[in-house]
């Protein structure tokens, strides 16, 4: 298992990693730190994700790709609740 810390819009974020169907597959988690002092309970699980080894270059390329895709996703999701809060305002 291999953990990789990034940070994002000035927080914290970690991935841990490992090796899949016999090194064809990386799956892992996000993990955003939202208590840095404390030993237990100091992240936030965020997503999980997978990848084909052979569809990247290396391997920090999917991970970086996973992560990016991640926010992504939390802005659809945003921009999905704000065309719904819109209707129900009537505009």
Known sequence: ??????????????????????????????????RPTWKIFRTSYCKHFCFWTSDFETVREGVEFCFANY???LQRTAENYKKYDDFVKGS
């Open 1 to 34: 298992m291999a953990m990789i810390k990034k940070i994002h819009d000035g927080k914290e974020y970690e991935i841990y990693t490992h090796q899949d169907f016999n090194g064809a597959m990386v799956c892992g988690n996000i993990y955003e730190v939202v």
């Open 71 to 73: 926010f992504e996703e």
